[in-house]
């Protein structure tokens, strides 16, 4: 159709820049999941508006694109639409026993430790009276336990994927606008989903669309854009003030002594961060990362190729393996160090650990997906 020559297929060749970035995202999942562990103070969060749940929607939406969008081209919508719920289904499937496991751990390790508390931390109260309720309600998407709730918004983002795809190759611009207006509406008047037994879903998908279809769009049709603009020196230097601004407001809020030298009606524009409804300030701020790294940063197949990267670009191609480790290993880790010894050394010991098993989990998803694909031995191409 002629509306899908308005999309450069070569947008849709694989960048590895993606797979770092989701990497990175899951990684500092895990860490900022890990309660009181100061090896988290080294995650995105700290250092400006947005955080890893933001960068990880953006680049999913990215990648999505990417993928999908060929198959779109090559072979028709029909087809793309069905291998997405494929991927839909995969989500759901992972959510669904994650879930269950999850939850029944964290109740055994309740009455284990006689730490009922743990429930609450954990956003599963309720289970011990009403099991089969709780159990209900998170196979409907309507349960909020921690750590759960990335995976839980990226399966709506996905299950709507079709119908923005399908915008963005006809009418792109207006898809965009579109998903702008959803936005600001869900903002104005306080649309979210709600979740048992109280409260709302802590990520709005509603708002958070916006980013994952702002992945979209960049994949798509923004990247003639982004190479028209990406050599004007004032827009540089307006990001990088921008990044240097959002990096003094959020050290700020948690100093009082730098906070002493800040206006307070600036500090209190910003702080606290809405991350519920996705302040714009956030999607300004991610926008600014990602337009000042892939200036700085090609997608240069020689400079991934590099050993040290390469644990970070495994856990992105196989995320969705690397997150649910990191669900139980952040819940293991934070186990661990208020049952033991909470000293600095042991929170280090236990971010690493995290990481390394999260990415020997991915190394193995990976490896065991190419054995799929070699020849039985002795078989003719």
Known sequence: MKYWTKIDL?????????????????WFLFLDHIPHNAVSQLTIRNFGFSGATDLFVFA???????FYGRMMLERGLVVAATRIFKRVWQLYAAYVV???????????VAAQYAAPEIIGDFHVSGIIDHPIRILIHGLLLQAKPLNL??????????????????????WPNLTMIASLALY????GFDWNLASFPDGRWYFNPFCWQLLFVL???CALVGARLARSVQNLPLLRIA???????????TIAGRSPALASFIPDGLIASFVPNDKENLAPFRVLHLLALA???????????????????????????????????GVFLSFAGHLFLITGPNSLAMQVFVSAAGISIMTCVAYYVSWSRRQDYKPALGTRS
């Not at 918004?153 to 190759?169: K, N, Q, R, Y």
Request: charged share 15%; proline share 3%.
């Open 215 to 217: 992945g979209i769009w």
């Open 10 to 26: 070569a947008a849709c060749d694989r960048d590895l820049r993606l797979d770092f970035a989701r990497g990175i995202a899951i």
């Open 60 to 66: 999913a939406g990215y990648a999505a694109a990417m």
């Open 149 to 170: 709730d990335v995976l839980q918004l990226f399966i709506v983002l996905m299950a709507s994927f079709p119908l923005a795809l399908w915008g963005m190759f006809r």
């Open 239 to 249: 990001a990088l003030a921008y990044l240097l601004f959002a990096l003094v407001i």
């Open 184 to 187: 600001l509406a869900a903002r």
């Open 291 to 325: 337009f000042m790294f892939t200036r700085l940063v090609p997608n240069n197949l020689d400079r991934f190729g590099w050993k040290v990267l390469q644990p970070v670009l495994i856990c992105g191609e196989e995320w969705l393996a690397a997150f649910c480790a």
């Open 98 to 108: 994650l879930f269950v496991i999850y939850v029944d751990t964290i109740s055994h």
